[in-house]
């Protein structure tokens, strides 16, 4: 595919300055060399320069981009610290790390099961579970400010957080699947944010986070109206110190490998790359030229939010979003538990839906008429200062604050509440401060 793709390029390249020469011959012979030496300089001047202004900004993408590099002290720490021969990665047991919040820093310990802990109440009865993107496993905040620890607090029962940041509902549900059977409850949830049903799509994250590269994983594919499971390419570490055998499969089972990465990758000859998507390369070049990074990651959000609304109107994509949705309700019948879909938007989706209106509702309103959801989306619409809710202020979603996480436990437990799901406890029977969290 490589190859053909360079091929393509080169004889476009020819077949343009075979035309301009022609042209330029009938008006003017004697302006041949001067307007073929006028194009060579500005392929080459465009060569340098979008390779300086891509080590500034990873959403310009080049052709050296198509076979990344690992730098030996990231792949180590990212072979001990994250990866997951089956689900791509994933949290690995007895490790911590530091994050930014909203107030400053922040931290998270995995415990020996490999679920977020949950400081206070890891000995109380489990009943509820949780899997998920991110949002389910709250970065940006505290163990103690988990939404996972409120809804303890409101339980009194020990709300489980297997929650993995970048998962689609395709890597929540396998993961599901694996640990569920070593640790049972009566109701899981499986909280996702919209950007899922890009993410189900995706086998190689960097065709369509560009620089995300170690980020390969299984998906789902549609063999008529049965889900097939695609397993992870790249499951061990000598497949990833190598993974150029493997690009032929990834390129043929990824969506985004030929409707964005190469669509949207600067390449010889630049002036044909520049034309082919003139108003999104231009500006971009223009913004990070002089050094307005945050206006340029502005347009590429902007960009991916309006990927996953066509994605919301495609065919293809909501059979297999629905289909990984019905694969979870059996799952759950098998297995004998209530499951819930928990639909959480991030920041953008919000903003967005307040001023061109929803784009996912029907897929929200097919899903309750076969399951549990709890869609978020209705009640962050009425906050007025959506800023209190999330981390920070970027248009890259923003994690939820404490206050956000808080907010959605009171949700949850109201939900369950009325579809009688839990029981009400007396709440002044909880012990465990937020305090006392802290030092446990």
């Known amino acids: 595919m490589k190859c053909y793709q360079q091929r393509k390029r080169i004889a476009l390249a020819s077949y343009s300055v075979a035309l301009i020469s022609l042209v330029v011959f009938l008006a003017n012979p004697k302006w041949i060399a001067w307007c073929l030496m ?151 949830i499986l909280g996702v944010v919209p950007s899922t049903v890009v993410r189900i799509e995706s086998v190689w994250k960097h065709y369509n986070e560009f620089g995300n590269t170690l980020a390969f994983k299984p998906r789902f594919i549609m063999q008529g109206e049965t889900l097939k499971l695609i397993p992870n390419f790249i499951n061990t570490a000598e497949k990833l110190k190598n993974y150029r055998p493997y690009l032929k499969e990834i390129n043929q089972y990824d969506s985004f490998y030929e409707s964005k990465f190469l669509a949207e990758m600067l390449a010889f000859p630049y002036c044909y790359s520049l034309l082919k998507a003139p108003k999104r390369h231009l500006s971009l070049l223009y913004k990070v030229l002089f050094g307005q990074q945050q206006q340029a990651l502005d347009a590429i959000m902007a960009s991916n939010l309006s ?107 109201q939900y369950l509440l009325s579809v009688n799901l839990l029981a009400p406890k007396d709440r002044h029977c909880v012990n465990v401060t937020e305090k006392d969290a802290q030092t446990i």
Request: aromatic share 12%; proline share 4%.
């Open 307 to 413: 990927l996953r609304q066509r994605l919301f109107k495609e065919a293809d994509s909501l059979q297999l979003l629905n289909s990984l949705l019905d694969s979870f309700i059996s799952y759950a019948k098998q297995q004998e538990f209530t499951p819930i879909l928990m639909w959480m938007p991030q920041k953008d989706d919000i903003l967005c839906i307040r001023s061109q209106g929803p784009y996912y509702q029907d897929f929200i309103q097919a899903a309750k008429q076969r399951m549990n959801v709890i869609d978020l989306t209705e009640s962050l619409l009425k906050v007025d200062n959506i800023e209190d809710l999330y981390s920070d202020d970027s248009h890259y979603g923003g994690h939820l604050s404490k206050e956000g996480n808080k907010r959605i436990a009171h949700e949850i437990y």
């Open 38 to 188: 006028a194009y060579v300089t500005l392929e080459v001047g465009l060569h340098w320069g979008i390779a300086a202004l891509r080590r500034r900004f990873q959403w310009l993408i080049t052709a050296a981009d198509q076979l990344p590099k690992f730098p030996d002290a990231l792949l180590t720490k990212f072979l001990a610290d994250g990866f997951d021969p089956e689900l791509g990665w994933s949290r690995k047991p007895n490790t911590t790390k530091q994050e930014i919040g909203k107030y400053g820093p922040t931290r998270y310990h995995i415990n020996e099961h490999g679920q977020r802990m949950n400081p206070g109440h890891e000995d109380l009865p489990i009943q509820i579970s949780t899997y998920g993107d991110s949002f389910t496993f709250c970065r940006q905040v505290n163990d103690h400010e988990a939404f996972q620890w409120h809804l303890s607090q409101l339980t009194q029962t020990n709300v489980l957080n297997y929650g993995v940041g970048n998962y689609g509902l395709d890597q929540a549900f396998l993961r599901m699947q694996r640990e569920f059977p070593k640790q049972r409850s009566q109701i899981v």
